[in-house]
């Protein structure tokens, strides 16, 4: 028997309805929110609807039991049975023209699939425009936020290409130990009689025994890093967020959102969302990167460096140098890297 036939001539809902409008859908909610009796609504079929009949969520549907007199459950129309459910959905059956609210008992069920996956594509309509709506807005500040990085991050900059020039040597040697875990450690030889001592490392065929020496962590990895842009990143999420309506009054924002198909909706959605993600990450990058050259951090590497059994002799050490820059040099078993930094590098994030 075809599903439509089986929808009872009584059933208060007419089978010529379209798919409701927002604005049914919440009076419909507000209806059973407020009594607990989703029975008592007569926008809603009452059933019994056959349980192959395809429908499509429209909205989560959840019964406080102490609203309901006998505190029992709601009936499910679909499964034809009271007492059924205080947590279901509401539905809409496009071959009935008719809404009603079933349980998990149903809307579990064979449809289950077909109607998760219009509810989520709905879900993530949603979900996009609400982000794009309150975000786009929001981008003429996004960009003077990061107008405003720039001087660090372009500083930043140089002094890693320049680090990098001058330097290869000692960055290779450093990010090695950020592999590691950024330990700074020394295998010291231990002054060994002979005798094959508990602690330490016997390396094999000789007598020579270490123990690990440790200085602390290096901080500052990005400054070791083979690859560090900032200020190019910086640039290129302006000239990514560049494209859309920035600084547009909330109607254009609204007319360029509607208009966008769902696809580019999607990836307009994400593309911002990378490029404020990126914007986010950058002060923390640029801390991170200047942590190298605090004091503190040169010099432990130096007191690293220096120990009689380091495999990798530096030192290194940054001054004031005038009024606004400073002098930072590393030395060891190549040639030194000297780089003057200007005092912007330092400035508040
Ligand atoms: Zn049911």
Not at 55 to 77: H, Y
Not at 288 to 308: D, I, K
Request: include cysteine; hydrophobic fraction near 40%; glycine fraction near 6%.
């Amino acid at each position: 028997m075809p599903a439509a036939s089986r929808a009872m001539p009584d059933s208060p809902v007419a089978a010529t309805h379209e798919r409701p409008s927002w604005f049914v859908i919440e009076q419909v909610k507000t209806h059973i929110a407020a009594t607990g009796h989703p029975e008592s609504d007569s926008r809603l079929h009452q059933g019994p609807i056959a349980s192959d009949e395809p429908f499509e969520i429209l909205a989560m549907v959840s019964i406080a039991r102490d609203k309901r007199p006998e505190q029992d459950r709601a009936r499910c129309p679909m499964c034809d049975q009271g007492n059924k459910f205080l947590d279901g959905r509401l539905v809409y059956f496009p071959r009935l023209g008719a809404i009603a609210a079933i349980g998990h008992c149903c809307a579990d069920g064979a449809n289950r699939l077909v109607a998760d996956r219009v509810w989520e594509a709905k879900q993530k309509t949603a979900l996009e425009e609400n982000y794009l709506l309150d975000t786009i807005p929001t981008l003429a500040l996004q960009i003077a936020r990061l107008h405003a990085l720039l001087p660090v991050a372009e500083e930043a900059e140089r002094v890693f290409l320049q680090f990098r020039k001058d330097g290869a040597r000692y960055q290779r040697r450093l990010r090695h130990i950020v592999k590691n875990g950024g330990e700074l450690i020394v295998d010291e030889v231990m002054q060994s009689s002979g005798g094959a001592g508990p602690r330490g490392l016997r390396a094999s065929g000789s007598t020579i025994e270490t123990r690990a020496i440790r200085f602390g962590r290096m901080n500052g990895g990005l400054a070791v890093a083979n690859k560090f842009t900032p200020a190019s990143d910086l640039k290129s999420i302006v000239d990514a967020l560049k494209t859309y309506p920035v600084g547009a009054d909330d109607g254009a924002v609204i007319d360029y959102v509607a208009a966008l198909s769902s696809e580019a909706r999607a990836t307009v959605y994400a593309n911002i969302k990378a490029q404020l993600q990126k914007l986010d990450e950058a002060p923390s990058r640029l801390k991170e990167f200047r942590s190298f050259f605090e004091v503190s951090n040169l010099e432990r590497l130096t007191s690293w460096g220096s120990h009689r059994d380091a495999s990798f002799p530096i030192s290194t050490a940054i001054h004031n140098y005038g009024e606004a820059k400073r002098f930072f040099q590393m030395m060891g078993d190549g040639a030194p890297v000297r780089i003057l930094i200007s005092a912007k590098l330092w400035d508040a994030l």
